[in-house]
Nanobody, 125 residues
Framework: QVQLQESGGRLIQAGDSLRLSCAAS????????MGWFRQAPGREREFVAA????????YYADSVKGRFTCTRDNAKNSLYLQMNNLKLEDTAVYYC??????????????????WGQGTQVTVSS
């Protein structure tokens, strides 16, 4: 059974840094695009960042560009999101997602085949 398990979310102060991890099990995603999405209360799930299967190419939402870095370690079947200079508006449940290969887009939830359960990130002032 394929599983994506996020970890690292917690309560943190604005301006601080946090690193999220996503461990995949059940199959290897070394040939697949992977990404991070987030969902705040009352809002739709939105794209945060994604990385190509090799890790050579990364993509970011404008709201996090320059502050967040998405990386992967295919040897560990894992995905990471380094978040710096966190803002109140970054508060959300963060989800790890993976495609079966590359399905045509990095930016929309419907292009991802596998999802984690999410990890809560709460940024306080």
């Amino acid at each position: 059974q394929v599983q994506l398990q996020e970890s690292g979310g917690r309560l943190i102060q604005a301006g601080d840094s946090l690193r999220l991890s996503c461990a995949a099990s059940g199959r290897t995603f070394s040939g697949s695009a992977m990404g991070w999405f987030r969902q705040a209360p009352g809002r739709e799930r939105e794209f945060v960042a994604a990385v190509s299967w090799s890790g050579d190419n990364a993509y970011y939402a404008d709201s996090v560009k320059g502050r967040f870095t998405c990386t992967r370690d295919n040897a560990k079947n894992s995905l990471y999101l380094q978040m710096n200079n966190l803002k109140l508006e970054d508060t959300a449940v963060y989800y790890c997602a993976a495609q079966n290969g590359y399905t045509g887009s990095y930016f929309y939830p419907r292009y991802y085949n596998h999802w984690g359960q999410g990890t809560q990130v709460t940024v306080s002032s």
